[in-house]
T-cell receptor, first 113, second 114 residues
Framework: GQNIDQPTEMTATEGAIVQINCTYQ??????LFWYQQHAGEAPTFLSY????GLEEKGRFSSFLSRSKGYSYLLLKELQMKDSASYLC??????????????FGTGTRLLVSP | EAQVTQNPRYLITVTGKKLTVTCSQN?????MSWYRQDPGLGLRQIYY???????DKGDVPEGYKVSRKEKRNFPLILESPSPNQTSLYFC?????????????FGQGTRLTVV
């Protein structure tokens, strides 16, 4: 089976840096995605990691350690508009060999002035 | 503009009255799926389709049906809705399931069954 854990909620201040962690257990890991979701809206793609290491994209970076089953999303220079939920999703091979996305429950980030 | 379009955005219905939520994508994606999102449970996959006429159950398929007669469309059918199907539903599509191909999501359908 699959299990993905991330904190339920985090708070941070505008201009600060925040790190959102995600740990996972899966039998057929084949990549990890981070999505951003504003309340009531569709998730939008932020980053993808399949190899160990850091992927940087502007103010957002994502890190993966496959041996530890661990990823984090790093948000720098926080802005008010970054207040949203951040979803960790693992691509898993599954029993049929079909690769599907399994989502964590999401981390709600509140950015205050 | 590349997009995934769901309709309706909001729907209130009564128990047992059949309904269909439509999903259409204009990116020629092979893979499409339906998710429901509930507080504290995250996004859970209902059904998915790898291509035309190829569909399979996800993690929570009970009470739902799908069809994939055309590549662009993937409707979600609730034959006899019940209150426990009150949820926020998302359709998603992607080129395939491997590599770094991310999923594109529709705007969501908020369904209330009374």
């Amino acid at each position: 089976g699959q299990n993905i854990d991330q904190p339920t909620e985090m708070t941070a201040t505008e201009g600060a840096i925040v790190q959102i962690n995600c740990t996972y257990q899966t039998s057929g890991f084949n990549g990890l995605f981070w999505y951003q979701q504003h309340a009531g809206e569709a998730p939008t793609f932020l980053s993808y990691n399949v190899l160990d290491g850091l992927e940087e994209k502007g103010r957002f970076s994502s890190f993966l350690s496959r041996s530890k089953g661990y990823s984090y999303l790093l948000l720098k220079e926080l802005q008010m508009k970054d207040s949203a939920s951040y979803l960790c999703a693992v691509r898993d091979m599954g029993n049929t060999g079909f690769q599907k996305l399994v989502f964590g429950t999401g981390t709600r980030l509140l950015v205050s002035p | 503009e590349a997009q995934v379009t769901q309709n309706p955005r909001y729907l209130i219905t009564v128990t047992g009255k059949k309904l269909t939520v439509t999903c259409s994508q204009n990116m020629n994606h092979e893979y499409m799926s339906w998710y429901r999102q509930d507080p504290g449970l995250g996004l859970r996959q209902i059904y998915y389709s790898m291509n035309v006429e190829v569909t399979d159950k996800g993690d929570v398929p009970e009470g739902y049906k799908v069809s994939r007669k055309e590549k662009r469309n993937f409707p979600l059918i609730l034959e006899s809705p019940s209150p426990n199907q009150t949820s926020l539903y998302f359709c998603a599509s992607s080129w395939r399931t491997g590599g770094g191909t991310e999923a594109f999501f529709g705007q969501g359908t908020r369904l209330t069954v009374v």
